[in-house]
């Protein structure tokens, strides 16, 4: 079918099954994790609320591989994921 301005129509996203959803924050999160220690930041489009709580999880889970604390900032693009800066003058006690 045509469109009368000759736009086409946005392609729609098919829902993550359970299935993709588990592979995807195993396999994103070892990706987050080599970028995190190779550059000690990762961006990447995260255009829709599935795929920004996705990659969020993905963060959270590198972090926890890494055992450092990590970050996530989403803007409705993009999501970017980094270390946590500690404040200074601040330590951890055992």
Do not use: C
């Amino acid at each position: 079918m045509t469109h009368p301005s000759g736009m086409q129509p946005a392609p729609r996203r098919t829902p993550l099954n359970a299935e993709e959803r588990v592979r995807g924050e195993v396999n994103f999160s070892q990706l987050v994790a080599e970028h995190l220690m190779a550059k000690g930041r990762f961006r990447i489009t995260a255009d829709s609320p599935e795929m920004v709580d996705l990659w969020q999880t993905a963060a959270r889970r590198a972090g926890e591989m890494l055992r450092r604390p990590v970050v996530s900032y989403a803007n409705g693009r993009d999501i970017v994921i980094t270390f946590t800066q500690q404040a200074p003058g601040l330590t951890t006690q055992a």
